[in-house]
């Protein structure tokens, strides 16, 4: 019997999209015409740091259940990027209260995300998806309205190297990795969140107040979306109105291909370090191959459907 084990249940979900990434370096290897190097190793590394930052928060709405998404994530991004760039106009002293009003307002916009889904009942997709256009607008009248510049002290800590030239960014991977495991598994409100993602009917009855927490994951979720807009402006350097905007779709397929149930209740943050990975891997070895950008969407739905079909949808909804 054991040999009819399928590989997701041989080494579970996380493990196969850490072995697939595995598989997909060795074959970046062997695709590109120069060997693989230690600096082009680490640049992978950087790029696949900046997805898994942008798919904190899409991790904690996805397990919070109820159908979860957030369509929001670039958009919110996107916003915090432009606060800091406008607010600082380059100079390190204004860099810190620069990110506390990012992270303010994407706590903000997260929070009426998790309004209108608990108090207007919209579907998460249509709350997230409606906020995102209203995003854009503002996106446009504020930054079509000011100019700034990078802080260079931002530049220092996302891009520069810290230790054998392993840039800041994948420091900040790690450590914020650390914190989001740790507050999943080791706080009440991660408990909490894996109990209403099980299912809200017995996480209401066991006393837990559902839509506060629902209300505080979503809000979560955007501070978490614009604090990884920071690093994104910190890792390309530059501002643009669609700085963030090619993330969402990706922060999604990396959480369902690090194993979290879109059903909700299962998976961690471990996985959706797996599934950037992965993400980051395929998208490198199809540039390679010299794939158009409409063949690289097109893979990456059709990996999305095929994760949901392999173990994304291992319990049916339950909301």
Known sequence: MERLRSPAARFGPVGLAFLLALFLLMLQALV???????????NLLKIAAVLGLLSVGQT??????????DLSVGAVATLGAIVV????????????????????????LGALNGVLIVHVRLPPLVATLGL???????????????????????????????????PGVIFLWAFLGFVVSFLLSRTPYGKALYALGANRAAARLSGIPVEGYVVLTYALAGMFNALGGVILLGHVQLIHLTLGEAYTLP????VVAGGTSLSGGVGGYGGTVAGALLITLLQSVLLTLRVEEFGRQVAFGLILLALLAFYGRGRPLRQ
């Open 85 to 108: 760039y406008n607010f600082t106009r380059g100079q390190d002293a204004l860099f810190g209260p620069a990110v506390a009003l990012a992270l303010l307002v994407g706590l903000g």
């Open 251 to 254: 922060s999604v397929i990396a």
């Open 32 to 42: 590109q015409p120069t060997p693989l190097t230690w600096s082009q190793t680490l």
């Open 132 to 166: 995102s256009s209203v995003v854009l607008g503002l996106i446009l009248w504020v930054g079509g309205r000011e100019r700034g510049d990078v802080p260079p002290l931002l530049v220092r800590l996302v891009s520069e190297p810290w230790v054998l030239g392993i």
């Open 60 to 69: 904690l709405v996805v397990l919070s259940g109820g159908e979860g998404v």
